[in-house]
């Protein structure tokens, strides 16, 4: 029996060694097969270049063929800001080379509107917007919204998506917040990267945008961003950095403004130095749209690959360039590497026929679950959530009739089909709503749209100029302006005792929408919609019934002012086109609430820490942003300065609850790496997620720190009660380390490091310690980007 035994082990243990051989021969010929394709793609873009004339290789870097010969390369434009979008052209037939397909949207393809009466629109899917998502804390979630994105960017025709935006959420009032994610750059940089690997997945290119310290929108286009080296690694270039290392992007757009005292895309430091060099980075880099005021020279010189939308003075600029000998051909050539990589891996240029027809029905279940996953509840009295019994609701607010299911400009959708206000997602929910209440509202919209006249909003003389404005009334390109910009109905209580002896429960919906070229983040509750609040409340709470508010904003709102008043609040974002039956969704229970702030909610804006020097100097059209709060960004700022909030970072409420145990480190002791475990039970009634933070507070013996930084995170599959996860986290050097100007290098500081598991910034449930025995160096960096003035930044410690 043993040599029957001992021939049978021998045999397993051959073939085990066979089948690794096998395993490791596959990885081989897939490396090879790799390596091979990349030499060959390699050949072809130097063969291209080659082939190219000089005027080819300028009429290509300038507008990506915009002036080669018999080529009409058109985008949209608005009156107040350029709408890229344009499908593919063959620019120089010989060598088979076609223009780059591309389209702005950071929540969906943003192309035009169907036309009137249209009947064979290609439509398109409004997906919640930037900061929804990242309200979900979830990257596997939003790698599935990208993958539905990207297969509508490839089946219409594109080749690359000018998306994820992930400018951080410095200041509140910023008109693009809508576009960013978040004011914590790992949260920003984790789902940025899980948005580009699900857009790439389709092979279409994803863009990083704006690149760098693009933070506000006032004299956009020119101001200087003041910036130190320590609050740009830590802060502003990390998420970009994580993006970056993590997905791959095919391409990253330079911003339009100065970073110490240089225009982005002539800073050969950034783009060379610290993207290529230090985080490897393989794609292209395009400037902003109608950058005309830039040098063209500097641009080519500094790396850049496709001077966007192009002009003709930047086309003579370059071709002069190369005649007096300040630019040399072999310039424009190892930039145009770049150019043709992108172009040969497009589908475009591979000759795939899109169908024009994605799934869009599935893409919109994909759309309201991420926008259900991303909606946090701030508030929920006496229970008062979730509504058990179909009831007759009164629904005050004209946001409840007109979703804001994004903001506007180029980050805007203009191409779905239809939004789902809350009032239809009660109605398709089994509720009744008040007719007479919704005849009423939705008149008020329709005089609102046919008066067209100037939201007050925009009713002044700068943005009459830049909307080209000439009398009373809104130009075409308001369409989804007008209804949100303008005033809300005033509701008398007469009115009111009305509609509440007709009805079990309000629902009110306040909204503001917000857009690139304006600092209109942060608009306050006007007086006739804190009267709105008041009065609702007032009257139903007498009654002994309850009262909803939505919020249908685009980010960060003030609160203090009314939160008292009703019995639950829930914060739904702009949530794309399914935003009423998401909310909807939450209000049933048939989604248990998940999501988490991104961003702290201030008791109000004094309290913002960049509050004081937003958006510069001169305030109403600055030439300098100074960055003065340093690394004090959110709730870095606040936990470390004891600052409160009305809502802290990282909060949002559920319909259950959970507890957190067993918080175990794999050591005392750092050495190269940390494994951190804790368990998370349910202890509620009905099934739920819940997202936890690791936070880790440094010491701070030598260099100044915040209290506490968020270093990772991670959400629980769906649990039933009474059932527990365990989930794993892992620390590297990197996440111990702080900036060092001085010998710009990472360094961690030798002490003792204390990991807190949290459900927000404020709610530490469970903490642990290690050790580093000895300060460590984790990485040496290049010296650049010093800031090209004297600022005294913020300081836990200044007197």
Same mark, same amino acid.
């Given at each position: 029996?043993n040599?029957?035994?001992?021939?049978?082990?021998?045999?397993?243990?051959?073939?085990?060694?066979?089948?690794?051989f096998?395993?490791?021969?596959?990885?081989?010929?897939q490396? $090879?097969?790799?390596?091979?394709?990349?030499?060959?793609?390699?050949?072809?873009?130097?063969?291209?270049i080659?082939?190219?004339?000089?005027d080819?290789?300028?009429?290509?870097?300038?507008g =990506? /063929?915009?002036?080669?010969p018999?080529?009409?390369?058109?985008?949209?434009?608005?009156?107040?800001?350029?709408?890229?979008?344009?499908?593919?052209?063959?620019?120089?037939?010989?060598?088979?080379?076609?223009?780059? #397909?591309?389209?702005?949207?950071p929540?969906?393809?943003?192309?035009?509107?169907?036309?009137?009466?249209?009947?064979?629109?290609?439509?398109?899917?409004a997906?919640?917007?930037?900061? $929804?998502?990242?309200?979900?804390w979830?990257?596997?979630?939003?790698?599935? *919204?990208?993958?539905?994105?990207?297969?509508?960017?490839?089946?219409?025709?594109?080749?690359l998506?000018?998306?994820?935006?992930?400018?951080?959420?410095? %200041?509140?009032? $910023?008109?693009?917040?809508f576009?960013?994610?978040?004011?914590?750059?790992?949260l920003?940089?984790k789902?940025? #990267?899980?948005?580009v %690997?699900?857009?790439?997945?389709?092979?279409?290119g994803?863009?990083?945008?704006?690149?760098?310290?693009?933070?506000q929108?006032?004299?956009?286009?020119?101001y200087n961003?003041?910036?130190?080296?320590?609050?740009?690694?830590?802060?502003?270039?990390r998420?970009?950095e994580?993006a970056?290392k993590?997905?791959?992007?095919?391409?990253?757009?330079?911003?339009?403004? +100065?970073?110490?005292?240089f225009?982005?895309?002539?800073?050969?430091?950034?783009?060379?130095?610290?993207?290529?060099?230090e985080?490897?980075f393989?794609g292209?880099y395009?400037?902003?749209?109608?950058?005309y005021y /830039? =040098?063209? *020279?500097?641009?080519?010189r500094?790396?850049?690959?496709?001077?966007?939308?192009?002009?003709? =003075?930047?086309?003579?600029?370059?071709?002069?360039?190369?005649?007096?000998?300040?630019?040399d051909?072999?310039?424009?050539?190892?930039?145009?590497?770049?150019?043709?990589?992108?172009?040969?891996?497009?589908?475009?240029?591979k #000759?795939?026929?899109?169908?024009?027809?994605?799934?869009? !029905?599935a893409?919109?279940?994909?759309?309201r679950?991420?926008?259900?996953?991303?909606?946090?509840?701030?508030?929920?009295?006496?229970?008062?959530?979730?509504l058990?019994?179909?009831?007759?609701?009164?629904?005050?607010?004209?946001?409840?009739?007109?979703?804001?299911?994004?903001?506007?400009?180029? /980050?805007?959708?203009?191409?779905?089909?239809?939004?789902?206000?809350?009032?239809?997602?009660?109605?398709?929910?089994?509720? +009744?709503v008040?007719?007479?209440?919704e005849?009423?509202?939705?008149?008020?919209?329709e005089?609102? +749209?046919?008066e067209?006249?100037?939201?007050?909003?925009?009713?002044?003389?700068?943005m009459r100029?830049d909307?080209?404005?000439?009398?009373?009334?809104?130009p075409?390109?308001?369409?989804?302006?007008?209804v949100?910009?303008? +005033?809300?109905?005033?509701?008398?209580?007469?009115?009111?005792d009305?509609y509440?002896?007709?009805?079990?429960?309000?629902?009110?919906?306040l @909204?503001?929408?917000?857009?690139?070229?304006?600092?209109n983040?942060?608009?306050?509750?006007?007086?006739?919609?804190?009267?709105?609040v008041?009065?609702? $409340?007032?009257?139903?709470?007498?009654?002994g019934?309850?009262?909803?508010?939505?919020?249908n904003? @685009?980010?960060?709102w003030?609160?203090?002012?009314w939160?008292?008043?009703?019995?639950?609040?829930?914060?739904?974002?702009?949530? /794309?086109?399914?935003?009423?039956?998401?909310?909807?969704?939450?209000?049933?229970?048939a989604?248990?609430?998940?999501?988490?702030?991104?961003?702290s909610?201030p008791?109000?804006?004094?309290? *913002?820490?960049s509050a004081?020097?937003?958006?510069g100097?001169?305030?109403e059209?600055?030439?300098?942003?100074?960055y003065?709060?340093?690394?004090?960004?959110?709730?870095?700022y606040?936990d470390?300065?004891?600052?409160?909030t009305?809502?802290?970072?990282?909060y949002?409420?559920?319909?259950?609850s959970?507890?957190? &145990?067993d918080? !175990?480190?794999?050591?005392?002791?750092?050495? &190269?790496k940390?494994?951190?475990?804790?368990?998370?039970?349910?202890?509620?009634?009905?099934? @739920?997620?819940?997202?936890?933070?690791?936070y880790?507070?440094?010491p701070s013996? *030598?260099?100044?720190?915040?209290?506490?930084?968020?270093?990772?995170?991670?959400?629980?599959?769906?649990?039933?009660?009474?059932?527990?996860?365990?989930?794993?986290?892992?620390?590297?050097?990197?996440?111990l380390a702080s900036?060092?100007s001085?010998?710009?290098?990472?360094?961690?500081?030798?002490?003792?490091?204390?990991v807190?598991?949290?459900?927000?910034?404020?709610?530490?449930?469970?903490?642990?310690?290690?050790?580093?025995?000895n300060?460590?160096?984790?990485?040496?960096?290049? =010296?650049?980007?010093?800031?090209?003035?004297?600022?005294?930044?913020?300081?836990?410690?200044?007197?």
């Open positions: 029996m040599w029957i035994k001992y021939f049978i082990m021998k045999l397993l243990k051959n073939l085990l060694i066979g089948g690794l096998l395993i490791a021969a596959q990885i081989l010929m490396a $090879c097969s790799s390596n091979q394709q990349a030499e060959s793609d390699k050949e072809k873009i130097e063969t291209l080659a082939s190219m004339t000089l080819e290789k300028i009429g290509m870097i300038v =990506d /063929g915009k002036f080669l018999a080529v009409d390369l058109t985008a949209e434009e608005n009156a107040d800001v350029f709408i890229a979008n344009r499908n593919s052209k063959l620019l120089i037939p010989r060598l088979s080379i076609r223009s780059t #397909a591309l389209t702005d949207g929540a969906g393809i943003n192309k035009g509107p169907a036309p009137e009466g249209a009947t064979e629109y290609t439509y398109t899917t997906f919640p917007t930037s900061t $929804c998502l990242a309200a979900t979830n990257t596997g979630l939003v790698e599935n *919204v990208g993958k539905a994105f990207g297969n509508e960017v490839l089946e219409y025709d594109y080749d998506i000018l998306t994820p935006a992930l400018n951080l959420h410095r %200041n509140p009032k $910023c008109g693009r917040n576009e960013y994610y978040s004011e914590d750059p790992l920003t940089g789902l940025s #990267a899980s948005m %690997n699900g857009l790439q997945s389709n092979g279409i994803a863009t990083l945008k704006h690149f760098l310290a693009n933070n929108e006032t004299n956009r286009r020119k961003a003041v910036v130190s080296q320590r609050a740009l690694r830590e802060i502003y270039l998420g970009f994580i970056v993590e997905s791959k992007p095919k391409a990253i757009m330079t911003a339009y403004n +100065k970073l110490n005292g225009y982005t895309p002539e800073i050969p430091e950034l783009l060379q130095d610290i993207v290529r060099e985080w490897g393989e292209l395009m400037t902003d749209f109608d950058m /830039g =040098d063209a *020279v500097a641009q080519v500094a790396g850049i690959n496709m001077i966007m939308g192009g002009s003709r =003075d930047e086309y003579n600029e370059l071709k002069a360039a190369l005649k007096n000998k300040t630019l051909e072999s310039t424009l050539d190892e930039n145009l590497v770049y150019n043709m990589k992108l172009k040969l891996s497009s589908p475009s240029m #000759a795939y026929v899109p169908s024009l027809k994605p799934d869009l !029905e893409h919109a279940k994909i759309a679950e991420a926008a259900g996953e991303g909606m946090v509840l701030l508030k929920n009295e006496n229970n008062t959530l979730p058990h019994k179909k009831e007759t609701l009164a629904v005050f607010g004209k946001i409840s009739y007109y979703l804001i299911a994004v903001g506007t400009g180029s /980050g805007g959708v203009r191409s779905n089909k239809y939004a789902i206000s809350v009032n239809e997602g009660l109605k398709s929910a089994g509720f +009744k008040l007719k007479e209440m005849n009423n509202y939705t008149g008020f919209i005089k609102t +749209k046919r067209n006249l100037v939201p007050p909003y925009f009713d002044n003389p700068k100029a909307n080209g404005i000439k009398d009373d009334q809104a075409p390109h308001f369409k989804k302006r007008l949100a910009f303008s +005033k809300e109905q005033a509701i008398s209580r007469v009115d009111i009305k509440e002896s007709k009805s079990d429960l309000a629902v009110i919906t @909204g503001r929408s917000g857009g690139e070229n304006y600092e983040g942060y608009l306050p509750i006007t007086q006739i919609e804190l009267n709105l008041r009065d609702v $409340c007032d009257v139903y709470h007498a009654a019934k309850k009262v909803i508010v939505v919020l904003v @685009g980010g960060v003030e609160t203090a002012s939160r008292d008043y009703p019995d639950a609040i829930l914060m739904a974002w702009q949530p /794309g086109q399914e935003g009423g039956h998401a909310v909807v969704d939450i209000l049933t229970g989604v248990n609430p998940s999501g988490k702030l991104p961003d909610f008791l109000e804006y004094e309290t *913002v820490p004081s020097t937003f958006p100097e001169p305030a059209n600055p030439t300098n942003s100074f003065k709060e340093g690394i004090y960004v959110g709730y870095r606040y470390s300065f004891d600052v409160p009305a809502y802290e970072f990282g949002g409420m559920s319909y259950t959970f507890e957190y &145990s918080l !175990e480190l794999s050591s005392n002791s750092f050495s &190269s940390m494994q951190v475990t804790v368990v998370v039970k349910n202890t509620g009634d009905v099934a @739920g997620k819940e997202i936890v933070q690791l880790l507070a440094a013996t *030598v260099i100044e720190k915040p209290v506490q930084e968020l270093k990772g995170f991670a959400k629980t599959e769906m649990l039933q009660p009474g059932e527990s996860q365990q989930l794993s986290f892992e620390l590297n050097a990197h996440a900036f060092w001085g010998i710009s290098a990472w360094k961690a500081d030798k002490g003792d490091y204390e807190r598991m949290a459900a927000s910034s404020k709610d530490i449930r469970l903490k642990a310690s290690f050790n580093l025995p300060d460590i160096i984790i990485e040496e960096v290049h =010296d650049v980007l010093y800031p090209n003035f004297v600022m005294e930044e913020m300081s836990r410690f200044s007197k």
